[in-house]
């Protein structure tokens, strides 16, 4: 394992143990002052099909990071599911990046937790080493333009009308 990955499972190791839920005052979005373009990505998902990011072009997307181990990303995907309920029909794209686990471990889990978004691997934690992840859970929102617009470090309630306000907003800005 390189040493930057390692470096990165345990800070994220690390921080998925502390504190797991924002707290009320925290459901914010942290505004990225550069708009620079989102790192490319091809994943698979869990069914085997192929992702490319690009194929969302021209498309509001929500990208999170996120692991199955992690007790805040637990707590955080049934709101995504439910904002994804809301949006879906919106024309705007949530992608779910699991880092390092397979098929075989988040299958099971989504019996638990069930998510009808799509959910990627990133079997060796290439694609979230590209991204400014902080620890899991992170989730950036991206505009039209694949550009990176906000970003989430930590668990939040996506279902949150304050949330879903911004990232509707950029699709206005089309």
Not at 66 to 93: F, H, K, N, V, Y
Not at 102 to 119: G, V
Not at 152 to 172: S, T
Request: proline share 7%; aromatic share 10%; hydrophobic share 45%.
């Amino acid at each position: 394992m390189r040493a930057a990955a390692l470096g990165l499972f345990l800070f994220v190791a690390l921080f998925c143990t502390a504190s797991t839920w924002a707290e009320e005052g925290t459901q914010t979005l942290t505004l990225l002052p550069e708009r620079q373009q989102a790192p490319g990505f091809v994943l698979k998902d869990v069914n085997g099909e192929t992702h490319r990011l690009s194929d969302y072009r021209s498309r509001v997307v929500i990208v999170n990071f996120w692991a199955t181990w992690c007790p805040p990303c637990r707590e955080e995907l049934p709101s995504m599911q439910r904002a994804w309920e809301q949006i879906r029909d919106e024309g705007i794209a949530m992608l779910g990046v699991n880092v390092g686990e397979d098929a075989d471990t988040i299958f099971p889990f989504t019996a638990y937790y069930p998510m009808e978004f799509p959910l990627l691997m990133d079997l060796d934690s290439k694609v979230v080493e590209d991204w400014p992840v902080v620890g899991l859970p992170t989730t950036f929102v991206l505009d039209p333009e694949g550009r990176l617009v906000y970003r989430a470090i930590g668990g939040r309630r996506w279902d949150d009308p304050r949330l879903l306000e911004k990232v509707r907003g950029l699709k206005a800005r089309q």
